[in-house]
């Protein structure tokens, strides 16, 4: 059997552009692709910080450096420039591979800049 688990995050990241026209996706700093291990064409979750908007698209690769986290297409609607979301991509494991998986998690600060990693969070006090 296989459980789906968190497989990459990118926290708190801003969205630079939300275009409508363009065809749907999700176009991300090809930097943060790399870091997070999100691949280009990857299912993505989008789950907006700012107006609690939740959606699924897929990533592709925007240029390298820029820091854009552009919203395309019909997602467009969910997320404007400025919002602050959190992408998350998930895989299916075994009970082996679960056993050792841990996360890769990237916060992002200021002009989503890369400010510290982790491969877990800690727990929430009551």
């Known amino acids: 059997m296989f459980t789906t688990f968190l497989k990459a ?7 630079t552009h939300a275009e409508l026209d363009y065809e749907g996706s999700c176009a991300i ?39 854009t986290i552009s919203v395309n297409g019909a997602a467009a609607h969910k997320a404007r420039p400025g919002d602050i ?10 009970a082996q591979e679960a056993a050792s998986h841990k996360p890769v998690m990237i916060y992002l600060g ?17």
């Open 9 to 15: 995050k990118l926290h708190r990241a801003r969205v």
């Open 29 to 67: 700093d090809e930097d943060l692709l790399e870091a997070s291990g999100i691949r280009e064409y990857e299912q993505i979750q989008i789950y907006n910080v700012t107006n609690g908007e939740r959606f699924t698209t897929y990533a592709i690769r925007a240029e390298r450096a820029s820091r």
């Open 85 to 94: 979301v959190i992408i998350c991509a998930y895989g299916q494991y075994d």
């Open 110 to 126: 200021e002009g989503n800049h890369v400010k510290g990693s982790a491969n877990l969070i800690p727990s929430q006090a009551a």
